[in-house]
């Protein structure tokens, strides 16, 4: 029988900045602004009993966790299939919700990696998160 694939070089990986990757990379940035007292961590929910799965594949919370107290925000979920977008932000504090303007019942969702970083933008600027990370840094001392 013959090869039904086709060549390798047909299969191509995705080339764009996963979005567990980027909250990632803003994660490494809050902790340099802030001398690691505050830091934000990616729990990888893929695979957990604790996560309906039904509709997504890859499911990872975002929590600002404080390095010297025992804290830790869950501030969101994100969620996503195998072809990455669109991302949908489950769990959202309500807090942001409200302050990113958000009112539908639905959850927000990115379209793409642009439309992603510029609601990730948004939630991270809302005074609700700079009053968490606000708090921490408060109790650090």
Known sequence: MANLWGKAEDFKAVDIPTPKSILEEQAEYLR?????DVYAEVSDLSG???WNFEKREFAYSFYICAAKVKYKFRLMTITHDISIY????????SEVRNG????????PLANNQEDFNSLLGKILKTDRVRKVIGGILGLSK
Do not use: F, Y
């Open 86 to 93: 669109p991302v949908t932000i489950d769990e959202l504090d």
């Open 48 to 50: 957990s009993a604790s």
């Open 100 to 107: 990113i303007g958000w009112t539908k019942p639905t959850n």
């Open 32 to 36: 340099e602004a802030t001398n690691g």
